[in-house]
């Protein structure tokens, strides 16, 4: 069965820190670009961070630039997304996906995780 699943989501306050982690069943994770998506309450979901499996490059959206740092474990079969100094407005519904593909771009996946949660309020 293909599956991602996410989790490391919840409640922190903002300058905090979380670490997301996808985590796959049914892929090899080193083979496919990997990308992490973010949808806030009433806004369009939208492209925070990617990385290829060709050559580790990576993607960050200019929101999360110099906060947020994406890597993947391949012997774990997981990609993690470690954010910091968070800011009220990285609250939104994290998720995970995979692109059938090496190269990283924020569009064309075709499989996604459920989400999780992170909320950054004091």
């Known amino acids: 069965q293909l599956q991602l699943v996410e989790s490391g989501g919840g409640l922190v306050q903002p300058g905090g820190s979380l670490r997301l982690s996808c985590a796959a069943s049914?892929?090899?994770?080193?083979?496919?670009?990997i990308g992490w998506f973010r949808q806030a309450p009433g806004k369009e979901r939208e492209g925070v961070s990617c990385i290829s499996s060709s050559d580790g490059s990576t993607y960050y959206a200019d929101s999360v630039k110099g906060r947020f740092t994406i890597s993947r474990d391949n012997a774990k079969n997981t990609v993690y997304l470690q954010m910091n100094s968070l800011k009220p407005e990285d609250t939104a519904v994290y998720y995970c996906?995979?692109?059938?593909?090496?190269?990283?771009?924020?569009?064309?996946?075709?499989?996604w995780g459920q989400g999780t949660r992170v909320t950054v309020s004091s």
């Open positions: 996906a995979i692109r059938l593909h090496a190269m990283c771009v924020l569009e064309g996946y075709d499989y």
């Open positions: 049914g892929f090899t994770l080193q083979y496919y670009a």
